[in-house]
Nanobody
Framework: QVQLVESGGGLVQAGGSLRLSCTGSERTFSTYAIGWFRQAPGKEREFVATISWSGINTHYSDSVKGRFTISRDNDKNTAYLQMNNLKPEDTAVFYC??????????????WGQGTQVTVSS
């Protein structure tokens, strides 16, 4: 079982940047794909990005493509989400999850507690 902890959220002005981290508790972290999802108040959890266990394959939602970059460092049991040119509509709680490469949250078995990202206009 993998425990995941997100960090790096905060308050930023529109156009700014943040880098989220997702650190896993087990060495098996490197065997899982990692996905980032977000949930805004009153909305369903939505897919943001995912990266394969090797880091070779990545996929993004259309809403963040070109602005966000997902990466991972398996030696550190950590995945990252670099978020640039942030917009107020990016405001949400961001979650990382471990599982298999997919756009669906149902494909991920383990979830972090979430980190709040707030973008002011």
């Amino acid at each position: 079982q993998v425990q995941l902890v997100e960090s790096g959220g905060g308050l930023v002005q529109a156009g700014g940047s943040l880098r989220l981290s997702c650190t896993g508790s087990e060495r098996t972290f490197s065997t899982y794909a990692i996905g980032w999802f977000r949930q805004a108040p009153g909305k369903e959890r939505e897919f943001v990005a995912t990266i394969s266990w090797s880091g070779i394959n990545t996929h993004y939602s259309d809403s963040v493509k070109g602005r966000f970059t997902i990466s991972r460092d398996n030696d550190k049991n950590t995945a990252y989400l670099q978020m640039n040119n942030l917009k107020p509509e990016d405001t949400a709680v961001f979650y990382c999850a471990a599982g298999r490469v997919s756009y669906s949250p149902h494909s991920y078995n383990y979830w972090g507690q979430g980190t709040q990202v707030t973008v002011s206009s």
